[in-house]
């Protein structure tokens, strides 16, 4: 390879596809036409609640910033994450919950 950094980046962007590819696709030529046991098969269906959990509370409690915890009300990313699980726990509709927060968000940003 040459010393042009622009072959450096195609390179690591194809690296990275690879990489990004065979880890999604490894599991399922792995357990292709094997039947996993039903413990195996609980434990799995935490995962996307587990991963939205650790991307969603740090981002709540810092306001955003990442840098300290800051739960009060000036914290508008914890009052509205706080308002639409509420609105979520009795509306049940993904779509209204996801418009709700987005708005609610908003408008505190606006009001404030």
Not at 17 to 42: D, H, N
């Amino acid at each position: 390879m040459e010393n042009n950094p622009i072959n450096y980046i195609y390179f690591i962007i194809i690296g990275m596809a690879v990489v990004t590819y065979f880890s999604r696709e490894l599991p399922f030529i792995i357990l292709k036409g094997k039947k996993l046991k039903p413990a195996i098969v609980e434990w799995l269906s935490y995962i996307p609640v587990a991963v939205l959990a650790a991307l969603l509370i740090p981002a709540l409690l810092t306001g955003g910033s990442g840098k300290t915890i800051d739960i009060s009300l000036s914290n508008f990313y914890l009052v509205a994450g706080v308002l639409t699980f509420i609105f979520g726990y009795f509306v049940k509709n993904l779509f209204l919950v996801i418009i709700f927060g987005i708005g609610l968000l908003a408008v505190l940003r606006y009001l404030y």
